[in-house]
């Protein structure tokens, strides 16, 4: 794993990953946004290391076992863009290496170890699951779909490409709450073998807005969310 906290912070543009020198080793590890402390967000930055230093071994071990062609060697980063809401993702960056991306906001945000390293495992999830592929390939059958509709409807050029993009939308969505939830239950397992605990982990959905279960909602409810940790650790 390469682990660029605290000494480098990495922001993200699209694949992209530029390295940000924020000063030597004993200075601050990160900069506190307006309204928090330093102290606070040194410890914060604090607990990230430790953290992912603990998850990152055990998600790498669970890749190689699932998807043993998959390229396993997580990079796991803060994205540091300004005036952004808590947030965390998995992507890829050009050579296919998988990154999991936490953006300062939620790393400030969660109130224990626990809450992050289920994000964590959760993250790595999604790339040992290949979702990223799948939604993909949910796109593109979108896409096809409803572009062929238009065309077969006569619609003009124009309105092809614009229902080949609307299309596209509905199929990312399709599967999408499944693929969190699949992603829950494979990240509660990897929170588990790294020590921490998931159930009390996924307490943070108790302190966000529920999404429902909206129609082509891109997330489950919170409670399904809870439910499907607590069975996968009553399983487990």
């Not at 080949?164 to 494979?186: M, P």
Request: aromatic fraction near 6%; charged fraction near 20%.
């Amino acid at each position: 794993m390469r682990l660029l906290l605290p000494t480098l912070l990495l922001l993200l543009a699209a694949c992209e990953i530029a390295p940000v020198t924020t000063g030597p080793r004993e200075g601050p590890a990160i900069t506190a946004p307006q309204g928090v402390s330093q102290d606070r967000a040194e410890r914060a930055a604090l607990q990230f290391v430790q953290v992912a230093e603990t998850i990152e071994p055990v998600a790498e071990a669970q890749c190689r076992r699932l998807a043993p062609r998959a390229n396993c060697d997580y990079l796991i980063v803060v994205d540091d863009r300004p005036n952004q809401a808590p947030n965390a993702f998995q992507t890829l960056d050009r050579s296919g290496r998988p990154i999991v991306a936490f953006n300062l906001p939620l790393i400030l945000s969660v109130e224990n170890a626990d809450e992050l390293a289920f994000f964590m495992g959760h993250e790595a999830s999604h790339h040992i699951l290949g979702h990223l592929d799948r939604i993909q390939e949910d796109a593109a059958v979108g896409a096809i779909i409803f572009s062929g509709i238009a065309a077969m409807s006569g619609a003009d050029e124009a309105s092809v490409r614009s229902a080949e993009r609307f299309g596209a939308s509905v199929g990312a969505r399709t599967y999408s709450k499944d693929y969190e939830l699949e992603a829950d239950q494979l990240g509660t397992i990897i929170t588990l073998r790294s020590g921490y605990d998931p159930i009390r982990g996924a307490e943070f959905f108790m302190h966000i807005p529920d999404p429902g279960n909206r129609f082509l909602g891109s997330h489950p409810p919170n409670g399904a969310r809870i439910e499907v940790v607590r069975r996968t650790v009553a399983g487990y």
